[in-house]
């Protein structure tokens, strides 16, 4: 049964970039509805995993099996359409454009209305316009950002949009959410709501997520299972009171003489 | 009826009065042949700019070649009607998909370059069309094309022109069209959101390449010669300027910007030596003023109390 099997499982995967291994030997699943928290020190390869994910990058080595299918060598855009959608690190909107239409853009792949449609505004297009105006608007509500709709994205505040990443990832209506330092420059009591909506979406839309993070706090309040990443390779794995107590992450994360 | 189709029909109306009222001054001779000549003009500017506005301004993909497009519609449009005798719909029909196809080849290889290496390429290509077309005698060479029937009219380009305009705007205001723009703020973000942005970039491309066949036909039917000189590269600057002076991404800009470059050529048309100094100060003072353009990304539309307007008619604030 397909529904046994992981949601995403990556076998061996690594990325050499020159002579530098960024990642090697990567091997994680992921199970429908769980919620995985990836975490390693700076330049470790997390980003790296994603982007192989994703598709920005094809592994050099390795193979990535998606809802049963090998994903590899799927451009970035077609991996999003089999439903795996995205944030980043450093934000990447929309920037010029409203708040709302950088949600609007994500619902491309599930336009289906033609050309000619578009062009004399028959058959679909009046009606599937009006849905995505409306799911979008609903989204934007759902994180708090609808007052902010008409306005430009690159005028909210850093925070918020963080969350418009979030809000627009969703909206391509993925099966698996990756979620790349959501936290990154939040205040707080930011980063404590943030960890609330994610919970929260979750269940909401039925997603599978994985999490980069750098704030402990969040990956272990809310994580179920945590990848540790260092060098480019798994280092451990495992529920977070396994992780705590892992000495090769507490060496990994304060260094040597922590232990001594 | 919705209130979309509503705005549409007040625009529309708002475009008859317009039609009517410059062809009732054309045909009393309040408006002279050499201002007939410039209104027909502007007109094809708006085709040519408002099609290169799709590829620069709302896909973001700096395109240089465009007046190579407008050459191969003016040249297969001329054929079609002088050498196979059909009608001008049929020619301009003709030459759009003559240039789109080719706008479709060309731009499946070279829209995998980026910024200013697209710019180099596309120029050179839009280059080789008219050197190409130079080396044809069939078309007349190098010496042009002779014995066009005048068959462009105020009445032809003008509707040709509103068609143009409607198609580029319920295009840009889809999700085709958001696609396009998505690509233009944020290549990797557009793609990482599930936009094919190599179909959509070929996809601008191609179309923005039959507008600029069917602008090709409706000018060379207003001469009675057209020469590969007409579709240098000079005048795909020219098309550019209008694209950056109206705004990249703005409609209502690309009418501005065809509206003005060409009237003030025609309004100086008997100063050539001051009209070259106009034009460049006109662009500096606009890129150290106004670097975005006239309009920026807005459209006259949702401009304030024409906005308001719109909205009370159609009872929608809904953007068209
Ligand atoms: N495109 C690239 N070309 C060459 N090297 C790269 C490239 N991308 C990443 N690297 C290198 O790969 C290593 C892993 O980078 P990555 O961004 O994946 O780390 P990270 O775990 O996300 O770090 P951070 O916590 O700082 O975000 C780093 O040494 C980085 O310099
Ligand atoms: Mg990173």
């Known amino acids: 049964m397909a529904d046994t099997k992981p949601l995403l499982e990556t076998e061996n995967v690594s990325e050499v970039f020159g002579g530098l291994k960024a990642v090697s030997d990567f091997n994680i699943y992921i199970n429908r509805g769980e919620l995985i928290g990836l975490i390693g020190p700076n330049g470790a390869g997390k980003t790296t995993a994603f982007n192989l994910i994703t598709g920005v990058y094809k592994p050099t080595t390795g193979e990535i099996t998606f809802d049963g299918k090998s994903i590899v060598g799927l451009k970035p855009y077609e991996i999003t359409q089999r439903g795996i959608a995205r944030t980043f690190q450093n934000i990447r909107l929309f920037s010029e454009l409203s708040v709302l239409d950088n949600v609007k853009i994500a619902y491309h792949c599930h336009v289906k209305y033609g050309l000619l449609e578009t062009v004399f505004r028959m058959g679909r297009y009046f009606g599937e316009e009006k849905s995505i105006e409306d799911e979008a608007l609903n989204l934007l509500k759902i994180f708090k950002l609808e007052e902010h709709a008409y306005e430009v994205a690159k005028n909210l505040p850093y925070g918020a949009q963080r969350r418009l990443e979030i809000a627009r990832a969703l909206a391509a209506k993925p099966k698996l959410l990756l979620l790349d330092e959501p936290a990154a420059g939040m205040n707080p009591q930011e980063t404590q709501e943030l960890m609330e909506m994610i919970r929260w979406i979750r269940k909401q839309f039925g997603l599978t997520v994985l999490l980069i993070e750098h704030d402990m706090a969040l990956v272990m309040g809310i994580c179920e299972r945590i990848y540790v990443l260092e060098y480019g390779m798994i280092i451990a794995d495992g529920t977070p009171s396994d992780i705590q107590n892992d000495p090769e992450v507490i060496r990994a994360y304060l260094g040597a003489e922590a232990i001594n | 009826m919705n209130s979309a189709r509503k705005k549409d029909l007040v625009m529309l109306v708002f475009a008859l009065v317009l039609y009517g ?71 301009l029909i003709m030459g759009a998909i003559a240039a789109g196809c080719l706008g479709f080849l060309i731009g499946l290889p070279t829209l995998r370059l980026r910024g200013d290496y697209l710019a180099i390429a596309t120029l050179g290509l839009g280059e080789i069309i008219r050197i190409v077309i130079m080396n044809i005698d069939y078309v007349g060479g190098a010496a042009g094309f002779k014995g066009i029937p005048h068959l462009t009219n105020f009445t032809w380009v003008f509707f040709v022109m509103l068609v143009t305009l409607f198609f580029i705007k319920n295009f840009v205001n889809s999700s085709h069209g958001r696609a396009c723009i998505a690509i233009r703020e944020n290549e990797i973000a557009a793609e990482a959101m599930g936009v094919n942005t190599t179909k959509y970039k070929v996809m601008a491309f191609t179309l923005g390449a039959a507008f600029a066949g069917v602008a090709g036909g409706l000018f060379a039917h207003q001469f009675y010669l057209i020469s590969p000189t007409s579709f240098t590269f000079l005048s795909s600057f020219n098309y550019l300027i209008m694209v950056v ?44 003023y106004r670097p975005q353009g006239l309009f920026g990304y807005m459209e006259l539309t949702n401009v304030g109390p024409i906005k308001k307007f719109l909205d009370k008619v159609s009872g929608s604030k809904e953007v068209i």
Do not use: D
């Not at chain 2, 085709?47 to 050459?71: D, E, K, P």
């Not at chain 2, 519609?73 to 005798?85: D, E, H, L, R, S």
């Not at chain 2, 109206?246 to 009237?263: C, E, R």
């Open chain 2, 21 to 91: 009222v410059l062809q009732m001054m054309i045909s009393t001779k309040v408006i002279g042949s050499f201002w007939e000549l410039n209104i027909i003009l502007i007109c094809v500017n708006v085709i040519m700019s408002v099609s290169l506005n799709l590829i620069n301004g709302y896909t973001g993909q700096f395109s240089l070649g465009h007046a190579g497009f407008m050459a191969i519609g003016a040249y297969v449009g001329v054929v079609a009607t002088v050498k196979f005798g059909l009608p001008l719909i049929v020619a």
């Open chain 2, 245 to 288: 002076m109206g705004g990249m991404g703005s409609i209502t800009g690309s009418i501005a910007g065809a509206f003005v470059v060409t009237f003030i050529s025609a309004a100086l048309a008997s100063f050539p030596e001051v009209r070259m100094i106009i034009y460049a100060l006109a662009l500096i003072l606009m890129m150290f």
